[in-house]
């Protein structure tokens, strides 16, 4: 048995990926590791692992306190990251950034969701042997593909023409997730439906946040704004979607993504190179909003094209499911816990 603490404020605010990673990952080790892994939360008593997923000052000045065994610390975003979500003065972002590494830097070992990110990591100053790849994941139990009685279904709740091509964002509305590029192709294709779920997190701090909050306080008359969405709906949002798009400009292992493949809805996403570790060949990669355009077109156009991506997606999600990670999680604890 391996005492474990999780320490997490990931869902104090909802709607963000980081929530629901935390989420997956809690349900997981009490379904499958009961009783080789029992839980606690954010709770100061002798453990064997504090395993530490947001970056709260109380939980910093707890790295502290005697009895914390192996600290763990999930790297869910890095500085570079923050850049375009986050509006902060330049010394108050500076101090912010700092203290992120510093955090970081206290853990025991840390675990990214990217392998892109481990040079990142050793270029600021982390040993590279300090750093573990396990990718997040779903449950199948939550994302899952619907029948097609249940897809029109939700499509009448919604107010979703059932004839409607949908195209479907999912994330905080911000300008690091290209939410521009959306609220575009919406203006640009009036004879589509674009929905994006998700709000302002951050509030006022979000960069951009005066100009996108008009257009989401009054958008066009194809595209909604059903602000953050709980997460027992979202799967019904993702299976009335024809097509899954994020455009996000920075990501490290979307979990929207992810939930998308898992209802093997079509999926295209910006081209990035961080990306290509990890889900090349499951979806579609667009440059730019002129691609995203012609992918669109073509996804609505082509049948045979737009199956294929189902069966690519779902196939991710085989690759990336539950039963996989829990074994790199059982294995990790494990390590960590002989580590003296």
Same mark, same amino acid.
């Given at each position: 048995?391996?005492?474990?603490?999780?320490?997490?404020? +990931? =869902?104090? $605010?909802?709607?963000?990926?980081?929530?629901?990673?935390? /989420?997956?990952?809690?349900?997981?080790?009490? =379904?499958?590791?009961?009783?080789?892994?029992?839980?606690?939360?954010?709770?100061?008593?002798?453990?064997?692992?504090?395993?530490y997923h947001t970056i709260n000052p109380t939980f910093f000045l707890s790295t502290f306190l005697p009895g914390r065994?192996?600290? !763990?610390?999930?790297?869910?975003?890095?500085?570079?990251?923050? *850049?375009?979500?986050?509006? @902060?003065?330049?010394? !108050?972002?500076?101090?912010?950034?700092?203290?992120?590494?510093?955090?970081?830097?206290?853990?025991?070992?840390?675990?990214?969701?990217?392998?892109?990110?481990?040079?990142?990591?050793?270029?600021?100053?982390?040993?590279?042997?300090? $750093?573990?790849?396990?990718?997040?994941?779903?449950?199948?139990?939550?994302?899952?593909?619907? %029948?097609?009685?249940?897809?029109?279904?939700?499509? *009448?709740?919604?107010?979703?023409?059932?004839? +409607?091509?949908?195209? @479907?964002?999912?994330?905080?509305?911000?300008?690091?997730?290209g939410v521009w590029d959306f609220i575009e192709l919406a203006r640009q294709n009036p004879q589509w439906q674009f929905?994006?779920?998700?709000?302002? #997190?951050?509030?006022?701090?979000?960069?951009?946040?005066?100009?996108?909050?008009?257009v989401v306080d009054n958008p066009p008359a194809n595209l909604s704004f059903p602000g953050i969405v709980d997460r027992?709906?979202?799967?019904?949002?993702?299976? $009335?979607?024809? $097509?899954?798009?994020?455009? #996000?400009?920075?990501?490290?292992?979307?979990?929207?993504?992810? *939930?998308?493949?898992?209802?093997?809805?079509?999926?295209?996403?910006?081209?990035?190179?961080?990306?290509?570790?990890? !889900?090349?060949?499951?979806?579609?990669?667009?440059?730019? /909003? =002129?691609?995203?355009?012609?992918?669109?077109?073509? !996804?609505?156009?082509?049948?045979?094209?737009?199956?294929?991506? %189902?069966?690519?997606? @779902? +196939?991710?999600?085989?690759?990336?499911?539950?039963?996989?990670?829990?074994?790199?999680?059982?294995?990790?604890?494990?390590?960590? +816990? *002989?580590?003296?």
């Open positions: 048995m391996i005492k474990i603490t999780m320490f997490s404020a +990931a =869902e104090s $605010v909802p709607g963000q990926g980081v929530g629901s990673a935390y /989420r997956e990952l809690v349900n997981l080790l009490e =379904e499958k590791f009961p009783e080789k892994f029992p839980l606690k939360f954010n709770k100061y008593s002798k453990t064997d692992i504090s395993h065994g192996r600290k !763990i610390g999930y790297v869910h975003f890095l500085p570079e990251t923050l *850049e375009d979500s986050i509006k @902060l003065p330049k010394p !108050i972002k500076r101090l912010f950034y700092w203290y992120v590494m510093t955090f970081y830097k206290r853990m025991d070992h840390l675990v990214v969701v990217n392998p892109t990110f481990i040079d990142k990591l050793v270029d600021l100053g982390v040993k590279r042997d300090k $750093v573990t790849y396990i990718p997040n994941f779903v449950s199948k139990d939550t994302f899952y593909p619907m %029948s097609n009685d249940q897809k029109r279904a939700w499509r *009448e709740k919604f107010g979703i023409d059932q004839d +409607a091509f949908v195209i @479907l964002g999912v994330g905080q509305v911000q300008e690091r997730k929905v994006w779920t998700g709000g302002f #997190s951050f509030g006022a701090m979000t960069a951009g946040y005066e100009d996108l909050k008009k027992s709906e979202m799967n019904a949002y993702y299976n $009335v979607a024809d $097509v899954f798009l994020l455009p #996000s400009y920075t990501e490290l292992f979307p979990m929207s993504a992810l *939930e998308a493949f898992s209802t093997g809805t079509p999926t295209v996403l910006r081209d990035l190179d961080l990306y290509k570790a990890i !889900i090349e060949g499951y979806y579609l990669p667009a440059k730019n /909003r =002129e691609e995203m355009q012609t992918k669109l077109e073509q !996804i609505n156009e082509d049948d045979a094209l737009k199956e294929k991506l %189902s069966q690519d997606a @779902l +196939a991710a999600s085989d690759r990336y499911s539950a039963d996989n990670v829990a074994k790199l999680w059982e294995k990790f604890y494990t390590e960590q +816990a *002989e580590v003296k």
